[in-house]
């Protein structure tokens, strides 16, 4: 049987993508303004009520004229798309260098809707809301928002502050062809040594049990011809 090759959703090729780019900061972009929709026009209570759930007032979202919205709670919900958002927009023109197909940008993009969509309709949902369940819709005084704010700032920085680092190291020529990045050579040393430990007495081990039960004599034949495992002319 073949052996079913991987599929890596993002291309490793190097090009501008004026298009790809474009649409992919233009969906990223509506985002926002779908999830504010979802949330003001009804339409987020309407399919939840449809599904034969129970949803938080609509008066408990947006202010009767349909502008604003009542409650801090779902300022964060709309704050939280929109900051995915532009962070997603700052890697796409600041820091990848990476080709961006029309079809990747559609399907990456869409993913993110889907998945702020759901978040979305999960904070209307009575059963799902944080703020509901303590009918205390405070952004300090519920734990579970608090806790969920934390989580949200902690990710979204971290990954953007490590894009941004490694695009500045990446631009500044003293770095090109460096290879042990930002550690060193003692760090660099250190995990070379390590993962060379875990190949030599796990990862090569394993692997040539798997084929010799796998392929048998054929494979040991191999293993005569074939003196060295990992780094020819020394292991």
Not at 59 to 85: E, K, R
Not at 97 to 108: D, F, I, K
Not at 167 to 192: L, M
Request: proline fraction near 3%; hydrophobic fraction near 45%.
């Amino acid at each position: 049987m073949a052996e079913k090759k991987l599929h890596d959703n993002v291309s490793r090729n190097k090009a501008p993508s004026v298009l790809g780019r474009t649409v992919f900061v233009g969906l990223r972009a509506l985002d926002t303004f779908w999830q504010y929709h979802l949330l003001s026009r009804g339409w987020s209570t309407q399919l939840i009520e449809r599904l034969n759930g129970r949803t938080v007032q609509h008066s408990q979202i947006f202010w009767s004229s349909g502008a604003l919205v009542s409650q801090p709670y779902y300022g964060v919900v709309l704050a939280l798309s929109l900051l995915s958002s532009i962070k997603q927009i700052i890697a796409m023109l600041l820091v990848s260098e990476q080709e961006t197909p029309v079809g990747s940008a559609v399907m990456v993009a869409t993913f993110n809707t889907v998945i702020n969509t759901v978040n979305t309709l999960l904070s209307v949902w009575v059963t799902t809301c944080p703020a509901s369940t303590s009918h205390n819709f405070s952004l300090v005084l519920n734990n579970t928002i608090v806790l969920g704010l934390a989580a949200y700032a902690i990710g979204i920085l971290t990954e953007m502050i490590s894009e941004l680092q490694r695009r500045a190291f990446k631009r500044n020529p003293a770095n090109k062809g460096y290879a042990t990045v930002t550690g060193g050579i003692v760090w660099g040393a250190f995990t070379c040594s390590f993962f060379f430990y875990d190949f030599a007495t796990r990862g090569v081990p394993i692997m040539e049990e798997y084929l010799v039960y796998r392929y048998g004599e054929a494979y040991k034949r191999i293993q005569k011809k074939v003196k060295y495992s990992l780094i020819p002319g020394i292991f």
